[in-house]
């Protein structure tokens, strides 16, 4: 199983950035998805699931309405749509997977891609 999570990069605040996470090796349809990110010197923090079959979608409440999560069963791909961004969302973004329905919890997730490093500075 890998995932493979690219996008990030330098923005400016306000600048949005969609980051993307493949995933091969496992049939997504039996799978949850989920998008955490670690700030130098903080834990890690849940951000967006998404459960594949069915598209059912969760946000971190203090990131809806400016992070949107997605997914392409077709192409075996996740997305995070970050908008309006602001210097607390920099960090390592990291996509995960778990079987069944997604959970908030990173513990829950067995596997994990090597993240993504997103910066928002002026």
């Known amino acids: 199983v890998q995932l493979q999570a690219s996008g990030g990069g330098l923005v400016q605040p306000g600048d949005s950035l969609q980051l993307s996470c493949v995933v091969s090796?496992?049939?997504?349809?039996?799978?949850?998805m989920g998008w955490f990110r670690q700030a130098p010197g903080k834990e890690r923090e849940f951000v967006a699931a998404?459960?594949?079959?069915?598209?059912?979608?969760f946000v971190a409440d203090s990131l809806k309405g400016r992070f949107i999560i997605s997914g392409d069963n077709a192409k075996n791909t996740a997305y995070l749509r970050m908008d309006i961004l602001r210097p607390d969302d920099t960090g390592v973004y990291y996509c995960?997977?778990?079987?069944?329905?997604?959970?908030?919890?990173?513990?829950?997730?067995?596997?994990w891609g090597p993240g993504t490093l997103v910066t928002v500075s002026s």
């Open positions: 090796g496992l049939n997504v349809d039996d799978y949850g």
């Open positions: 998404i459960q594949w079959r069915g598209g059912t979608e």
């Open positions: 995960a997977a778990e079987k069944g329905w997604p959970t908030l919890r990173a513990e829950g997730y067995t596997y």
